[in-house]
């Protein structure tokens, strides 16, 4: 009896194993097509344009080489070629303390936007004030000096060319969920007082990095932000993400959207990116590489507009970060095909 019962078992497991189906990638439960979404109305496009420090590892060759930053030559160059591919204006880091750099390439955009081609719009770095959790911006008595950067703005906010939206003025906030404050809503309902009695009323945009649910920093944003950016999902190590890439935006973005507006009345802004390789920086990141592709930028395009917000705003990064390719600015093996696509999918 004990033999005839072993046999049944292994009979049993041999009918399971041949009935067993292999799994592949087009089972998985988000496997599905992106569609395009018609562009019935002007998107508006910003590029983040940053300091590069010209990494040995970088393959691509720029067209316009490997320029210093704020060289006036390739600035003027940039602005033709962001103008020419449907982006609307740059957003130019301004940090606090003053980083001299970052003034360098501000003025030499004023200098070289002199007809206006582009608008552009400030991202505040915080970073330099050094803040932490146990050591906020009130504990290290700096709220003031944080208000009196902002009217430092002032100038900019007045040029004619400066990002609005809804008649505010953009301001782009780096690591806004690392922004330490005591009470960070009434530090940001004291600046928007002060800076509406001059006469400037702020949008402010809240930059965040990393796949996170929107509930885990909602306190640094709520009564706070105007929208919030997830400014490189793209630079993922699971690999399923990865995979579908595309989707998995699309479902992180759909919720967020929903989540933000619903709860707290603030905008979602799509960040999207031509391409990644995190080993220029990192020869031992264990997040993907994403190869230039036309299809994979087209379906990403095609997610953000999906999933835009009320100012229908998708931002770019980046527009000159070679040192993690994921810049629109054209190279001698793409040339300006990634500007040619991101226009063609942006703008009428």
């Keep these: 009896m004990k033999k005839m019962y072993s046999i049944l078992v292994l009979a049993l497991g041999l009918f399971?194993?041949?009935?067993?189906?292999?799994?592949?990638s087009e089972d998985h439960l988000i496997n599905y097509d992106i569609e395009e979404v018609p562009v019935t109305e002007d998107y508006t496009v910003g590029a983040l344009y940053v300091v590069n420090n010209w990494n040995p590892n970088i393959e691509e060759v720029p067209i316009a080489g490997q320029y210093v930053n704020a060289d006036e030559e390739a600035?003027?160059?940039?602005?033709?070629?962001?103008?020419?591919?449907?982006?609307?204006?740059?957003?130019?880091?301004?940090?606090?303390?003053?980083?001299?750099?970052?003034?360098q390439i501000i003025d030499a955009f004023l200098r070289q936007n002199s007809?206006?081609?582009?608008?552009?719009?400030?991202?505040?770095?915080?970073?330099?004030?050094?803040?932490?959790k146990e050591n906020?911006?009130?504990?290290?008595?700096?709220?003031?000096?944080?208000?009196?950067?902002?009217?430092?703005?002032?100038?900019?906010?007045?040029?004619?060319?400066?990002?609005?939206?809804?008649?505010?003025?953009?301001v782009n906030m780096i690591a806004a969920n690392r922004f330490y404050c005591d009470s960070?809503?009434?530090?940001?309902?004291?600046?928007?007082?002060?800076?509406?009695?001059?006469?400037?009323?702020?949008?402010?945009?809240?930059?965040?990095?990393g796949w996170t649910p929107p509930a885990r920093f909602e306190h640094y944003y709520f009564n706070a932000l105007d929208a919030i950016a997830f400014t490189n999902m793209f630079n993922n190590a699971w690999y399923d993400r990865h995979v579908f890439l595309p989707q998995s935006l699309d479902q992180h973005w759909q919720y967020s959207k929903d989540y933000y507006m619903t709860k707290g009345n603030i905008e979602m802004v799509p960040t999207v990116a031509p391409s990644i390789d995190p080993t220029i920086n990192n020869p031992n990141a264990t997040t993907f590489t994403i190869d230039r592709d036309s299809d994979f930028f087209w379906s990403l395009l095609n997610v953000a507009k999906k999933n835009v917000g009320p100012s229908r705003t998708i931002i770019v990064n980046s527009?000159?970060?070679?040192?993690?390719?994921?810049?629109?600015?054209?190279?001698d093996s793409y040339g300006s095909t990634s500007l040619q696509l991101l226009k063609q999918q942006t703008k009428r």
């Design 16 to 24: 399971a194993c041949q009935q067993e189906e292999e799994i592949t």
């Design 75 to 103: 600035m003027r160059q940039h602005i033709l070629w962001a103008d020419s591919g449907g982006v609307d204006y740059f957003l130019l880091r301004y940090s606090y303390p003053t980083v001299n750099v970052d003034n």
């Design 115 to 132: 007809d206006s081609l582009l608008n552009f719009a400030l991202r505040y770095n915080p970073v330099q004030m050094n803040l932490t």
């Design 136 to 170: 906020t911006l009130e504990q290290q008595g700096k709220k003031e000096a944080f208000i009196q950067s902002f009217k430092d703005m002032i100038p900019y906010f007045d040029q004619p060319n400066y990002q609005k939206i809804d008649d505010k003025y953009v």
């Design 184 to 209: 960070i809503e009434l530090v940001y309902e004291e600046l928007r007082a002060e800076m509406s009695a001059l006469g400037y009323d702020l949008y402010i945009t809240g930059e965040q990095t």
């Design 319 to 331: 527009f000159n970060d070679w040192n993690f390719n994921t810049q629109l600015e054209p190279a």
